[in-house]
């Protein structure tokens, strides 16, 4: 039997995890990819009016979401000419486990004149443009890419480079969806050192100035920060045509459960944490 390439199948009014969204921190919660992508999915479908484009997603991983069924509910917070705000929340056994909150602009004209920019953009790998969801690869430091994890466990600069999976079966994800569960990996990409992983994030705030060029999308570390067992990183989005967006994420130590990669841990899914 065919493992679906999507992280929950929609029944009735509710999201059954499937396989790809078990968490490698544990077989009995879902990944942190596949909650984000769901409030993104969420909140674009049901806010996100023509000529506004997603700009900012933050998401409050507060609660172990379980391998069980979901439900989410959204609310309009503000229904502006120009800024769209909209909240929603995860659920679980009528309790929440994640909350949302998305901010819409309308699409308009650049202001003249020339600002600052970050000098070079992110490179991808050299592969051919995907088709389809991809398994991710990664790169740290020098080191060029491979998609062997094992590979990477050091302490140079990390990237990744993935075309998401569907959040719901049957359907392809949108670019904001993409970018939110592959944005996730920032947590990954800042805070993954010479002996693994060793803290779990606690949030996510991706901001976008433009939507995706295609369907990959990589992700390249530009800080970890990190003291008393508390972590802040953040990362730059880009596809092929260069950056995208950025996102932080803050995270605790989580030591106690650390995950080792070096030997391809057995954890590890598509979906990763």
Not at 43 to 58: I, K, N, V, Y
Not at 84 to 91: F, K, S, T, W, Y
Not at 231 to 240: E, K, N, P, Q
Request: aromatic letters at 8%; one cysteine or more.
């Amino acid at each position: 039997m065919t493992t679906p390439l999507a992280f929950f199948a929609a029944v009735d009014d509710a999201f059954e995890p499937l396989p790809f969204a078990s968490s490698a921190w544990s077989p009995n919660m879902v990944n942190g990819p596949a909650v984000c992508g769901l409030l993104a999915r969420a909140l674009e479908t049901q806010h996100c009016a023509q000529g506004f484009s997603p700009a900012r997603l933050t998401v409050d991983l507060f609660r172990p979401t379980l391998y069980k069924p979901v439900t989410v509910v959204t609310e309009l917070v503000r229904d502006g000419n120009r800024i769209r705000v909209a909240d929603a929340a995860l659920m679980q056994d009528g309790e929440d486990v994640a909350r949302a909150s998305a901010v819409f602009l309308k699409r308009s004209v650049q202001p003249p004149g020339e600002r600052w920019t970050r000098a070079e953009s992110p490179e991808p790998p050299p592969v051919p443009v995907a088709n389809g969801p991809t398994a991710p690869m990664w790169s740290s430091g020098p080191d060029g890419w491979s998609s062997r994890i094992g590979d990477h466990q050091n302490n140079g600069r990390k990237r990744m480079w993935q075309a998401p999976l569907s959040v719901v079966e049957g359907e392809p994800p949108s670019s904001f969806a993409g970018a939110a569960m592959i944005g996730e990996s920032t947590s990954l990409m800042t805070n993954w050192g010479t002996t693994g992983i060793g803290f779990i994030n606690a949030d996510l705030t991706l901001a976008l100035a433009r939507p995706l060029i295609g369907s990959e999308i990589g992700v390249e570390a530009d800080s970890h920060i990190s003291a008393y067992g508390i972590a802040v990183g953040s990362a730059t989005l880009f596809d092929r045509h260069g950056s995208f967006g950025t996102c932080v994420v803050t995270a605790l130590s989580n030591a106690d459960r650390q995950i080792d990669f070096s030997n391809g841990d057995p954890r590890r899914r598509v979906g990763i944490l």
